[in-house]
């Protein structure tokens, strides 16, 4: 089975542009969950998505969003790029959605805005 | 206060030590996670525990529930095994992560 895929892999963008990272589960897997990692705060919870819904938001602003489409394929956006938000995005799938299920991570987006 | 402590920072071994990496949580929990990731970021799930004790190859985690406690061990360690290791709880359709121990095996 291929593994999670995330595409794009690197993006350099400027403050105040907007963003678009995809993420790709291993087939069958119906959970994404997306993950925010800088050398600071360290890895951050940011959503989860299953059966296009997204179950639960971590403690980001509004400008970070997402979405998952039919086939378990899912987006996160943020808008009004700041320079904070330079980081390596994550994102992992799962069988079935809630804690008690083993995540498969993707390589990432590793995202710098300037 | 972080709900996921871990010890320590940083840990070098020479290679073939056995290696003892603590985390401790402060939430009720669903499950406990340990995961590895390499220089480069990509990050690979280790074990998934919500009791008791797990054995992977040279790995082996423990979780005690009643403590809040869980330790991942690496016997007979190799300079493969440099990484780092991070701690991860499911809380509240939450996932609280540890800092993250930097491991160095020499050879």
């Known amino acids: 089975k291929a593994g999670v895929t995330q595409t794009p892999r690197y993006l350099i963008k400027t403050r105040g542009q907007q963003v678009t990272l995809s993420c790709s589960p291993i087939?069958?897997?119906?959970?994404v969950s997306w993950y925010q990692q800088t050398p600071g705060q360290g890895l951050q919870f940011l959503f989860e998505?299953?059966?296009?819904?997204?179950?639960n938001k971590g403690n980001f602003p509004g400008r970070f969003s997402g979405r998952q489409f039919s086939n378990s394929r899912s987006e996160m956006n943020v808008s009004t790029l700041e320079l904070g938000d330079s980081a390596l995005y994550l994102c992992?799938?799962?069988?079935?959605?809630?804690?008690?299920?083993?995540?498969?991570f993707g390589p990432g987006t590793r995202l710098t805005v300037l | 206060k972080n709900e996921v402590e871990q010890s320590p920072q940083n840990l070098t071994a020479q290679e073939g030590e056995f290696i003892t990496i603590n985390c401790s949580y402060s939430?009720?929990?669903?499950?406990l996670h340990w995961l590895q990731q390499h220089p480069g970021g990509g990050i690979v799930s280790l074990f998934m525990?919500?009791?008791g004790k797990k054995k992977h190859g040279r790995l082996i985690a423990t979780i005690n529930i009643q403590e809040k406690h869980s330790s991942l061990h690496i016997t007979a360690s190799h300079p493969r095994d440099s990484a780092v290791y991070i701690c991860?709880?499911?809380?509240?359709?939450?996932?609280?992560f540890g800092a993250g121990t930097r491991l160095t095996v020499k050879p």
């Open positions: 991860a709880v499911s809380y509240n359709n939450d996932m609280r």
């Open positions: 992992a799938s799962s069988l079935d959605a809630g804690g008690y299920n083993e995540q498969f």
């Open positions: 525990l919500s009791s």
């Open positions: 939430v009720g929990i669903s499950a």
């Open positions: 998505y299953f059966s296009e819904t997204q179950r």
């Open positions: 087939s069958g897997h119906r959970s």
